[in-house]
């Protein structure tokens, strides 16, 4: 069964330029609006190799496979933004998973598992892949809000806040399913790439659309900075994980991330410029994400305090 969302073929923006610009253009409509309207699409023949994806997925699954004893010795680094190395959900969170975090290769606080084998040089390959994917993605981005040319490019230009996560969820239970409870993502870009057991749900016209494993296919959405950047012109995709019973679930989330220090804003050329009002404040990157961390480390009692975007919303 083929996914209700639309799968972009990215082949024509790593060809000759002046022989593919009708295929271009016809992309980058289709993102404009799958963006506009609830901010996911997949994409195809985007530079990651099939084979390279599988050995992620597999290496992935041995790692998660070992002992609680075992992973632990890879957690958790200190001095990144969020802590590097393995993690878990807390026992009080209602989400259900575990998760290896990785920053840039090379940077001091990554924390690496020794085994299995080749799986840090894989990772590493992994990140710098879905790395290029995102400026490319940026780029279509800045096309499609009719920016100057590189100027999202310009405004991100510091890459050390992106991050990658290799998760495992775990089956379901008869009280409880939820994989990741239903949120938008904080930051620009994200790029998802799951196995054949699924989950992935996006809420799209009032209902909930599965979005079935297409392989070689990574999925994208639209996180929070965009939505606001653009003063809703483009939207933050509202998204869920959906556990399966009997099975674990295994993904890669690549985050295309903002500096912690980039202050956060509509931009004048989708308020005062056209004469509409911003519809949210200002704020530093940083204080948004020490926010969402809270609701994971400290959720609130009661679900309506969870910290979202609407936290900087302004009621005109």
């Given at each position: 069964m083929?996914?209700?969302?639309p799968t972009i073929d990215l082949s024509p923006f790593f060809k000759e330029a002046s022989t593919h610009e009708d295929e271009k253009k016809k992309a980058i409509e289709t993102i404009r609006q799958a963006c506009s309207?609830?901010?996911f699409f997949q994409i195809s023949n985007h530079g990651v190799p099939l084979g390279l994806m599988g050995q992620a997925l597999d290496l992935s699954k041995e790692y998660f496979g070992y002992t609680d004893e075992e992973k632990l010795k890879s957690s958790p680094g200190s001095g990144a933004p969020l802590p590097a190395g393995y993690s878990k959900q807390p026992q009080h969170s209602l989400d259900k998973n575990e998760y290896f975090l990785m920053f840039p290769p090379h940077t001091d606080f990554n924390v690496y598992p020794p085994n299995p084998p080749h799986f840090r040089k894989v990772l590493e390959e992994i990140f710098m892949k879905l790395s290029a994917i995102g400026l490319l993605l940026e780029s279509i981005l800045n096309e499609c809000l009719g920016l100057p040319p590189d100027f999202l490019k310009e405004y991100n230009d510091d890459r050390s806040w992106d991050f990658m996560a290799a998760l495992r969820y775990f089956p379901a239970t008869e009280s409880q399913n939820n994989g990741i409870s239903e949120h938008e993502d904080g930051n620009c870009i994200t790029f998802v790439f799951q196995d054949e057991v699924g989950g992935l749900e996006v809420f799209k016209d009032k209902e909930w659309i599965p979005v079935f494993p297409t392989q070689g296919t990574i999925v994208v959405n639209i996180g929070d900075v965009i939505q606001v950047i653009s003063n809703n012109k483009l939207k933050s995709a509202t998204h869920r994980v959906v556990r399966t019973k009997g099975r674990?679930?295994?993904s890669f989330a690549f985050f295309y991330n903002l500096h912690g220090d980039k202050w956060v804003e509509p931009l004048p050329k989708f308020t005062q410029e056209i004469g509409e009002s911003p519809k949210y404040r200002g704020f530093l990157f940083k204080e948004y994400q020490q926010l969402r961390m809270r609701n994971k480390s400290h959720p609130p009692s009661n679900?309506?305090?969870?910290i979202h975007i609407t936290h900087y919303a302004l009621k005109n």
């Open positions: 083929e996914s209700t969302i309207e609830y901010g674990c679930r295994h679900p309506q305090d969870v």
